[in-house]
C-alpha cells in the first residue's frame, strides 16, 4: 500500500480502509469479540477484537486531541499527558480498559 500523498489521497484512502474495516467487523460474532485470537501489538502477546477496535478508538481518541491542542496554540503532550514514548505498553492498556464490553 502506498503512502498518501495529498489531503484528497488521505481521505481516499482512509473512506476505503474503514469500509473494509468495519466490513470484517460485521463478520464476527458478538461472543467471540474478548477471545484473544489474534498476535498483540507487542512481541508475544495475544489481542482480541474487542482490544484492537480499542486501541484504534485511542488512537484516534488522541490524534483528534492532538490537532485541536495544536489548534489553539496549546502545548501538545506526546504521547499522552502523564506517558512517555517507552510507556506506550501502559498507553494501550489505558486504551482497552477505557472501551469496557458492554
Known amino acids: 500500500m502506498s503512502v498518501p500523498q495529498t489531503k ?3 481521505l481516499l484512502a482512509i473512506d476505503k480502509n474503514f469500509s473494509k474495516l468495519i466490513s470484517y467487523l460485521n463478520t464476527i460474532p458478538p461472543e467471540i469479540t474478548s477471545d484473544k485470537s489474534m498476535d498483540g501489538h ?4 495475544e489481542m482480541s477484537v474487542r482490544d484492537l477496535v480499542s486501541y484504534l478508538l485511542g488512537w484516534n481518541a488522541l490524534v483528534v486531541k492532538w490537532i485541536a491542542s495544536d489548534a489553539k ?4 503532550d506526546f ?3 502523564g506517558y512517555k ?3 506506550l505498553g ?3 492498556s489505558k486504551f482497552y480498559s477505557g472501551y469496557p464490553v458492554s
Open 73 to 76: 496554540g496549546l502545548p501538545v
Open 42 to 45: 507487542a512481541k508475544g502477546t
Open 8 to 10: 484528497a489521497e488521505l
Open 90 to 92: 501502559l498507553l494501550l
Open 85 to 87: 514514548w517507552n510507556q
Open 79 to 81: 504521547p499522552e499527558t
